[in-house]
C-alpha cells in the first residue's frame, strides 16, 4: 500500500512539474492530493489504533485463561495495583469469595503478600526475590506460608506493568 502511495506521488509531483504553467489544475490536484493524503493517513492510524486494541485484548485473554488453567495459586496483577485476578485455587486458599477481576487489588496483593500497603520499593523486591518466605492470614485466621515466584509479563499502552505470580503454599510441603 506505502508502495502504491509512493508511485501516485512521484507520478503527481512529476505532472505538477511537467504542467507547472497551469497553475489552477496544480493547485487542485495537490489540495486534492494533500487531502487524500490526510484521510489514507487517518484510515491507516485508526486501523492500526484498531489492531492493537485488538492483539491487547486478546493477550488479556490468553494470560487470564493462562492464570485460571494453573493448579498452583496463581494471581495477575499490575503495579498500579488497579485490579487482580487470582484463579480459583488461591481463591480458595485464602478463602476469598469474588471472582473475576477484582477492583481491590491495593488491599489483596499486599495482603497476600504479607504487607497492609505496598510500596514501588517493596514491589521491586517482590519481583527481584527467589525462595523468599510470605505469610497472610485469612478471615478465618488461617496462617498460610507461601513462597511467591513473580514475573512482570507485560506492559500495557498505559505504562502499566503486569505481573504473573505464582504460589507454593509450604504447608503442602510440610505435610509431604
Not at 48 to 68: D, F, G
Not at 136 to 151: L, Q, R, V
Request: glycine letters at 6%; charged letters at 25%.
Amino acid at each position: 500500500m506505502f508502495v502504491a502511495f509512493a508511485i501516485v506521488t512521484g507520478y503527481i509531483m512529476a505532472y505538477a512539474y511537467y504542467h507547472r504553467t497551469v497553475s489552477e489544475l496544480v493547485y487542485l490536484i495537490f489540495n486534492a492530493y494533500a487531502l487524500a493524503a490526510i484521510v489514507l493517513g487517518l484510515v491507516i492510524l485508526l486501523k492500526s489504533q484498531r489492531n492493537a486494541k485488538k492483539r491487547r485484548e486478546a493477550s488479556k485473554q490468553s494470560l487470564t485463561q493462562l492464570v485460571e488453567s494453573l493448579a498452583s495459586p496463581a494471581m495477575l496483577w499490575n503495579d498500579s495495583l488497579g485490579s487482580v485476578l487470582m484463579n480459583k485455587t488461591l481463591r480458595e486458599l485464602a478463602e476469598y469469595t469474588r471472582s473475576g477481576e477484582n477492583e481491590d487489588a491495593k488491599y489483596i496483593v499486599p495482603w497476600l503478600f504479607g504487607l497492609k500497603i505496598m510500596t514501588e520499593t517493596q514491589m521491586e523486591e517482590i519481583v527481584h526475590a527467589r525462595d523468599r518466605e510470605y505469610s497472610f492470614t485469612t478471615k478465618s485466621g488461617a496462617e498460610h506460608d507461601m513462597i511467591w515466584n513473580t514475573a512482570g509479563i507485560e506492559k500495557d499502552e498505559n505504562g502499566v506493568t503486569w505481573f504473573l505470580s505464582i504460589g507454593l503454599d509450604l504447608a503442602d510441603i510440610r505435610k509431604m
